[in-house]
């Protein structure tokens, strides 16, 4: 059994250069590599990419990123709860590709499952269909959109074992399963690191072909974007 355990997540984001094309898993902040994160500021990397469905908040998740300038264009979905990402994008100091969720979730999985474009209703007509091919298919009308490339994977799951099989927990299923092998290297941050076999293949999400490097998180904060709670009567 081929064993993708790195020591540490400095080891795991080895190879990481500026300029580079990233994904990063994660919901709001539900399911972010938080490690590899905070091991990017500390790498002080620039003028990099960032497909993500959001950049967290101001003082966590991409948000750190965010503050010290080091992220040159954001692919997202949305701006979030994030001031200094709205501000960026409105100055123009940051440049903002955002792009419908589902078609964010797809231009990912079709880069995983080796497809180099795919079709979709999604924002035909509109400013996300701009300067891209479109085509009618039993009538309505169809917008290409071509798979993501990037350099590298960070996905954050909840197991994982020795081979790089992951199994994710509840809201961190959306994006970070589809990120795994989306990317040239693949790492995946996980809660917790088992040997090779503990796992019920049957409760497996995503294989170990598909994970280059897994290593073992730490202090995982587990951040809640919003908290709402009842007002007592």
Not at 125 to 137: H, L, P, Q, Y
Request: hydrophobic residues 40%; glycine residues 10%; proline residues 4%.
């Amino acid at each position: 059994m081929i064993n993708k355990t790195v020591a540490n997540v400095k080891e795991a984001l080895e190879g990481v250069k500026d300029g580079m094309t990233f994904m990063l898993g994660g919901f709001g902040l539900c399911g972010i590599p938080e490690n590899a994160i905070d091991e990017l500021v500390r790498l002080g990397v620039k003028d990099i990419t960032c497909i993500s469905n959001n950049a967290g908040v101001d003082d966590f998740g991409l948000g750190l990123l965010l503050q010290k300038h080091q992220i040159k264009k954001m692919i997202s979905s949305y701006v979030g709860e994030n001031d200094e990402f709205e501000r960026q994008m409105l100055s123009g100091e940051l440049e903002v590709e955002l792009t419908p969720q589902g078609t964010l979730a797809e231009k990912c999985r079709a880069a995983q499952a080796g497809f180099p474009a795919f079709y979709t209703p999604a924002g035909y007509g509109t400013e996300v269909a701009e300067g891209k091919e479109t085509r009618e298919f039993d009538g309505k009308m169809y917008v290409l959109e071509p798979a993501f490339k990037a350099d590298f994977s960070f996905v954050k799951a909840w197991k994982g074992d020795e081979a790089g099989n992951l199994i994710f927990k509840g809201t961190a299923r959306n994006f970070n399963p589809c990120m795994c092998g989306a990317a040239t290297i693949t790492v995946a941050e996980v809660e917790e690191l088992l040997p090779a076999g503990s796992l019920d293949p049957n409760e497996i999400h995503i294989p170990g072909i598909f994970v280059q490097r897994i290593f073992q998180g730490k202090s995982f904060e587990k951040r809640i974007e919003r908290r709402t709670v009842r007002q007592k009567k």
